[in-house]
């Protein structure tokens, strides 16, 4: 059993790495790993630190992913004590980082160790893609490196994800897939006039409203056995000067679609198009997608990890898309399974984000435990007097 996990997460979490900055996370996990026989490749674009490591050279690869940036802290006198110094209270680890997600990185580490001291002879190869340009823009990081290994064929069997996925207690959640996640920036241009002659104007609110109502009200589609409904939301809408007695010339409003594989980002797109052109409106409408959806069915590595799962903690999870993005959405382009798979989330991005420590090397047991399930370790024929004795009555008793 791995018994240092909490010891590295809370070293891991004493780094200030603020996304993109990676402060130094990094080169802790690589020396662990350079011990153990990993082949290192350090891939640097922009201003993000990333690496890809593995040990092996045939199939299956098994990968393990995750992001050593994190979230800003926010108003660290709202902390109860310090974010980026490690402190245990209550049997809790606090600190920025703890569940999102240094832990399941201190976790991968220990875990590795341990099978390698194992199963040193294992078969498949297993590998690590870490960056530090998940919790940021993430146009650097995993999305990058996903790219440098489809141009030279490198490609995964089975991924996981090391975020946070857990609700209640570790283990009642693996995510299979998420939500692909389709952004617009809509315009509406009216005319701008004085209130008091409103037949000089155009009040571009007015025009809209009808049009908010029916996307509001749409049925995009009805989701699947994986997925709920797709879902559309306003984040943010402006129009005016600030005056009371101005009619505003332009609507501004952001919005959000959060969609199954039910849908695709082209469907979206024509069907909210086709809404506002019916309505007649002058408009300008500018889209971002930031990542289709993606879904593993229950196949060996969700089965594997499910295994691993009850077997420490008696739990039997349950398979869920529920969520924001994740880099599982550039993964799955180079591997056909990935799962995540981490410690609880109802803390992440908050003040005094924590993960409870007796859950750190369970949940560094249930990887290792996965790893067994899927890289068997290789037999080999010692005695050969027995061998062949047992061929010999195969075949001719």
């Known amino acids: ?38 082949r290192i490749e350090k891939l640097r674009f922009g201003n993000v630190d990333n690496f890809w490591a593995r040990r092996g050279d045939t199939a299956p690869v098994l990968c393990f992913a995750g992001h050593t940036d994190v979230v800003p802290a926010g108003p660290l006198e709202q902390w109860d004590s310090d974010p980026f110094t490690p402190t245990i209270r209550d049997g809790r680890l606090y600190g920025r980082g703890a569940a999102d997600m240094k832990s399941s990185l201190a976790a991968f580490i220990t875990a590795i160790e341990a099978f390698v001291a194992k199963h040193a002879d294992h078969q498949g190869s297993i590998a690590l893609l870490i960056t530090s340009d998940e919790e940021g823009v993430a146009v650097d990081g995993t999305v990058k490196v996903v790219e440098t290994l489809k141009a030279r064929g490198e490609l995964l069997d089975y991924c996981i994800v090391g975020e946070p996925t857990c609700t209640e ?49 749409t049925e995009w589609d009805q989701g699947n056995e994986y997925f709920p409904p797709t879902t559309w939301h306003i984040s943010n809408i402006h129009a005016g000067t600030g005056a009371t007695n101005v ?37 300008t409408l500018e889209w971002e997608l930031s990542g ?16 691993a799962i009850v077997k420490i903690t008696a739990i039997e999870p349950q398979l869920s898309t529920s969520g924001g993005t994740s880099d599982g959405r550039f993964i799955k382009d180079i591997c056909a399974q990935v799962i ?58």
Do not use: W
């Open 340 to 397: 995540e798979f981490g410690p609880r989330n109802d803390t992440i991005h908050k003040l005094n984000e924590h993960v409870e420590v007796a859950d750190l090397d369970r949940l560094s047991s249930i990887y290792l435990l996965t790893m067994e399930n899927l890289l068997p370790a290789k037999t080999a024929v010692t005695n050969t007097d027995g061998f062949f004795a047992a061929l010999k009555k195969y075949f001719f008793s």
């Open 247 to 283: 009619i505003p010339g332009s609507l501004n409003l952001l919005f959000n679609f959060r969609f199954s594989t039910a849908s695709t980002a082209e469907s979206l797109k024509n069907r909210v198009h086709e809404i506002l052109d019916r309505y007649g409106l002058n408009y």
């Open 169 to 217: 207690i570790l283990g009642d959640t693996i995510k299979n897939g998420r939500r692909g996640s389709l952004s617009g920036n809509l315009t509406i241009q009216g005319v701008q006039g004085h209130i008091a002659y409103p037949h000089l104007a155009q009040n571009p609110i007015h025009i809209a409203a009808p049009v908010i109502t029916e996307l509001a009200n």
């Open 1 to 38: 059993m791995p018994q240092n996990t909490l010891d590295l997460a809370q070293t891991l979490i004493a780094c200030r790495s603020l996304t993109p900055a990676d402060s130094g996370c990094q080169e802790i996990l690589i020396n662990r790993l350079d011990k153990l026989g990993f």
């Open 292 to 307: 289709n959806p993606f879904l593993t069915p229950k196949a060996e590595l969700a089965d594997a990890m499910s295994d």
